[in-house]
């Protein structure tokens, strides 16, 4: 079992930043995807961001690209996502969830392919 833990949301301005953390807790994690999705009310979740945690690759959607900047930090078992110049638009409850790599295929935007997923953490960005 994986454990997952979010926090660092709030309440933000335009323009403003966030810095998410994930806590990543009990099996080890080293041949994982892990990933950032969010959900705004009323729609799907939605893929943000991946990194590998042994390889530290990373993939980002492309409405985030250059805005958002995902890391670990292996030891303190925990991934980070770094958000710049916040828009009302990213409002959403941010997950953390952890992907047992397959062989094959190294990342998914897919979250149905993700094995466990923390609470989320609420970002809301005034205008």
């Known amino acids: 079992q994986v454990q997952l833990v979010e926090s660092g949301g709030g309440l933000v301005q335009a323009g403003g930043s966030l810095r998410l953390s994930c806590a990543v807790s009990g099996r080890t994690v080293n041949n994982y995807l892990m990933g950032w999705f969010r959900q705004a009310p009323g729609k799907e979740r939605e893929f943000v961001a991946a990194i590998g945690w042994s390889s530290g690759s990373t993939w980002y959607a492309d409405s985030v690209k250059g805005r958002f900047t995902i890391s670990r930090d292996n030891a303190k078992n925990t991934v980070f996502l770094q958000i710049h110049s916040l828009k009302p638009e990213d409002t959403a409850l941010y997950y953390c969830?952890?992907?047992?790599?397959?062989?094959?295929?190294?990342?998914?935007?897919?979250?149905?392919?993700?094995?466990?997923w923390g609470q989320g953490t609420q970002v809301t960005v005034s205008s």
């Open positions: 969830g952890a992907r047992r790599i397959r062989f094959g295929s190294p990342w998914s935007r897919d979250p149905k392919e993700y094995d466990y």
